[in-house]
């Protein structure tokens, strides 16, 4: 059969039109790839997913990323607008134990898997320290300052209808974020100060708040107070804008659950042209308080079938039911984490976000307060809340980021919860000096080149007047790290440590991690090697090789002791006394006699403002 001319020209017509595109395509590519080959223009650092990925593949691709030297700080010409500074999300918890969280001892009764993450993929700060109660360690985070310099350093927190709270002269932390163009949420508990609307948070920089004002609320009805039971002071305590809740626009939603479900619904709906600052002040794991049916506050730990019902929790002996109770707040703060950590992932926020992790104080015990205890456990560190033993004060913390490349990694680091601002401020792209004279210093570039020594020498743990207690931490040019100790400790009676419930000598149920803290002792429980009695006289502690205060080295290094107590001798001359009038129950706040039922700002020239309307919230209308 004779061939078809004008099939060959149509099938010479395909192969050279073929042939023109194959040759576009390949000078495309060599264009791109010249492109990246100019000079100044760098490749752009690719984020790994875990800490795991990120270390191991150092070594291979280490020309991706800037040495420590080639890391500069955050100014505004390497970006194209507001919207590129980073993100900032706090969580803080409420009396956490420093042996409630998986990553820190490793305990298997607190599973914590998604705060873990966070942690080992993130920098673990293994010698953070807060003060021994909750208004000091807020006070301090948010002003940048030691809080016996703000009047602020009483072991004795913020009661109930006392009219006190973190002077309003000095500037919070939302405010010096908003001087940045930075949008401000706060969600939780605030406890520095609410006899007046002009000590609440959306008063002190924050734009949106919801919160409550108290120590502590119940997580189902927002209600907090006492019943003596005559007379009732007990209310509810939950605001939003200033403005009170009704109890129909919450249905009595788990407060964790709601709280999470307000960020959540800020995440959709927020302003990408703007980075934001969130607080999230959770309510987690501290109990809350109940009258008891006689005269008496006790403790409430309110919890939900989802968490109590996990085998971690499930599995423990019901005689340790306090205990158990404890673990399923733990498993709710692990979630709230969780959730939080997925709305930013969701949003496509999240490798520009920092987040950061930390309590307040260490846990309170039975041994400390049998009504309010939060069955928390600090072991093997000495001691809990309210004392400036290491089990009240060296609470647990970290920062994650993906903008963080020096991640995967434990610092021993001496860091305060004052130095969060500073250190958050610098990392948001603003001049340190701007703060003013503040106590914080800044770490963000010791994060950054990931050296693990940071600007901090000595830390002030408190001087408080009442209590006559103070305590302070300085690293000696060796690096050894050496703690004074003075004043009154609890009831002057008991220095000891507690082992965890639900365990024994024998059976600790846990397993060493990176963070994990080596009492070097006998045995699997410390002991006082030597007396310790701070009533009687200043006791001191080599940390650095006996973190769990075991020896007092008073009288075997008398010029660590001197020189310590010179220190604080410096420290006290720049403490301000106490107005001891403020710590007195105000019978006018009351919410039964005076407010028909709530907590309100009664001190302020409008107490009560009129709540707007509002829709049943809908846990569904979150995401």
Known sequence: ????????????????????????????????????????????????????????????????????????????????????????????????????????????????????????????????????????????????????????????????????????????????????????????????????????????????????????????????????????????????????????????????????????????????TKPFYVQMNTPLPKSATEWDGTTRQGAAMFTMPEYSLRPAVASLPRKFEGRKKELALIQALDDQVHHMTIALERKGILNNTILVFASDNGAQSLVSDPDRTNYGSNFPLRLFKRTVFEGGVRTLAFIYSPLIKRSGVMTNQLFHISDWLPTLYEAAGGRVQDLGDISGVSHWQSFLKGSGVGPRKEVVLNIDQISKQFALIKEYPDKTLYKLIGG??????????????????????????????????????????????????????????????????ALQRPDILRDLQSLMTDYRATALPYNLTDYVYDERSNPTLHWDGWWVPWLDPVPVLQSPPCVPFNPSSAS
Request: charged share 15%; proline share 7%; with cysteine.
């Open 488 to 553: 009154n400790v609890f009831n002057n009676s008991y220095t000891g440590w507690e082992l965890t419930l639900g365990t024994t000598p024998s059976n600790l149920m846990r397993r060493r991690t990176p963070a994990s803290v080596d009492c070097n002792t006998q045995g699997n429980v410390p002991s006082a090697a030597n007396l310790c009695e701070p009533w009687l006289a200043d006791c001191v502690f080599d940390l650095s090789n006996d973190p769990c205060e075991t020896t007092n080295l």
């Open 1 to 272: 059969m004779a061939s078809n001319p004008h099939l060959g020209n149509k099938t010479a017509c395909i192969l050279l039109i073929l042939i023109l595109i194959a040759v576009v395509i390949i000078l495309n590519v060599v264009i791109i790839f010249a492109n990246y080959s100019v000079p100044g223009v760098k490749e752009q650092n690719v984020t790994l997913p875990t800490a795991a990925h990120h270390n191991a593949s150092l070594n291979v691709a280490a020309a991706k990323y800037p040495t420590p030297t080639e890391i500069p700080r955050f100014d505004e010409t390497r970006y194209s607008g507001a919207s590129e500074r980073p993100n900032i999300v706090f969580i803080l918890a409420d009396d956490l134990g420093h042996n409630d969280i998986g990553y820190a001892e490793g305990s298997h009764q607190v599973p914590t898997p998604h705060i873990d993450k966070l942690a080992y993929e993130g920098i673990i700060l293994n010698r953070h320290y807060a003060f021994v109660a909750c208004t000091p360690s807020r006070s301090s985070l948010m002003t940048g300052r030691y809080t016996f310099q703000l009047g602020m350093q009483s072991a004795i927190v913020i009661s109930h209808g006392q009219p006190w709270g973190v002077p309003l002269k000095w500037k919070l932390m939302p405010a010096f974020f908003k001087d940045l163009n930075y949008t401000t949420q706060f969600y939780g508990k605030w406890h520095i100060g609410c006899h007046t609307r002009a000590f609440h948070p959306c008063s002190r920089g924050f734009e949106n708040c919801f919160y409550y004002n108290n120590n502590d609320a119940s997580l189902f009805n927002y209600s907090t107070g006492w019943i003596t039971p005559v007379p009732n002071r007990s209310g509810r305590d939950l605001y939003e804008n200033g403005f009170q809740v009704p109890e129909n626009c919450t249905n009595n939603v788990y407060l964790p659950h709601l709280l999470t479900a307000k960020f959540e619904q800020f995440l959709r709906d927020r302003d990408t």
